[in-house]
């Protein structure tokens, strides 16, 4: 197994290797915004400023936003795009930065900053101009997309002195916002009314400390997620995405999990002080709370909640 992890090594060099870049300039015309909705759910309607009326303020926002080396033309976005328009008849606003996400890690880490002041002065556009309530907008973040999403969220707190609805981070990006070279700031508990975040590889590409109002960790937040296993992939490998497919598994669980969530309501988590606790069953007075879209924030919905999953679609015990 000495090459998987050689592979594995290659990947964090890379990652923590590199210093971030400041003097970035992100053009606007690096963020790009697809819309659906229910009329328009095959074709989208690429939004600018000057059609933000193609944006029915009346209904809810959804805004999806990808992570490193990522784009919207990946699977993710478009099944994450179908539960949700199975739901309801949203606005998903699906975000495309894939230019300034393509620049090296630490280049791309340093760009979510420029690339979340855009999305913010569009949310802030749409509710100025078009009356949309800023509590109905809702920011689903992976990796560093989830980043994007707490810059978003500032930006919207700056211009318009109120914070937007909710903000998902689905295993926010931890190289160089977490650790010993932590330079950035990211994602952070204020930067919405309410933070939820999805641990799933906890202190290997993801984050595995609590940043949001709550936080859930699925199977202790930690890889490997089930279903995941280095040890699955065969050598030599077919092609490159099948590598990353396995390296980056427990990563990219936060999105599956959250997707199979929208329809479903069997993610059910448990307060606890920590996973080991939670197997052991000392989680005191037990509050729980559903992971994923249907999260309801109250009270005794807030801190860290633990459950467990399974290896195959849709991944939650009924």
């Known amino acids: ?20 870049a400041w003097n970035i300039f992100v053009n606007e015309d690096d963020v790009k915004f697809y819309l659906y909705n229910r009329e328009n759910h095959l074709e989208p309607i690429l939004i600018t400023k000057n059609n933000l009326n193609a944006l029915e303020s009346n209904k809810s926002v959804k805004l999806v936003i990808h992570g490193f080396f990522e784009n919207a033309r990946r699977d993710w976005y478009k099944n994450m795009t179908r539960e949700y328009l199975k739901k309801d008849d949203f606005n998903i606003i699906q975000v495309d930065w894939s230019k300034p996400a393509s620049s090296g890690y630490s280049i791309s880490a340093g760009n979510t900053k420029y690339v979340g002041i855009i999305i913010g002065k569009l949310i802030s556009e749409l509710s100025k101009n078009q009356k949309l309530p800023l509590k109905n907008v809702h920011i689903i973040g992976h990796s560093l997309g989830a980043h994007v999403a707490g810059y978003a969220g500032k930006e919207v707190i700056r211009q318009m002195k109120s914070p937007i609805g909710r903000i998902t981070a689905l295993d926010a990006a931890a190289p160089l916002f977490e650790g010993t070279v932590d330079i950035l700031v990211g994602l952070e508990k204020g930067d919405a009314e309410i ?10 590409f993801g984050r595995k400390n609590a940043i949001g109002t709550v936080d859930f960790f699925p199977n202790g937040g930690t890889a ?14 077919r092609n490159y995405v099948e590598v990353a497919s396995e390296v980056f598994c427990s990563h990219t669980r936060s999105y599956h999990y959250f997707i199979s969530s929208i329809n479903n309501e069997n993610f059910v988590a448990t307060k606890c002080e920590s996973w080991k606790y ?5 989680c005191g007075e037990s509050h729980t709370a559903l992971m994923g879209d249907d999260y309801f924030y109250q009270e005794d919905t807030t ?3 633990f459950l467990k999953t399974n290896s195959e679609f849709s991944y939650a015990y009924d």
């Open 1 to 20: 197994m000495h090459v998987a992890f050689s592979i594995i090594l290659l990947v964090i060099v890379q990652v923590y290797s590199q210093s971030p």
């Open 195 to 204: 933070v939820d975040a999805i641990h799933t590889d906890g202190g290997f």
């Open 224 to 237: 490997p997620q089930p279903g995941c296993s280095i040890r699955s992939l065969k050598f030599p490998p």
């Open 278 to 282: 939670f197997t052991q069953n000392k």
């Open 303 to 305: 801190g860290k909640f």
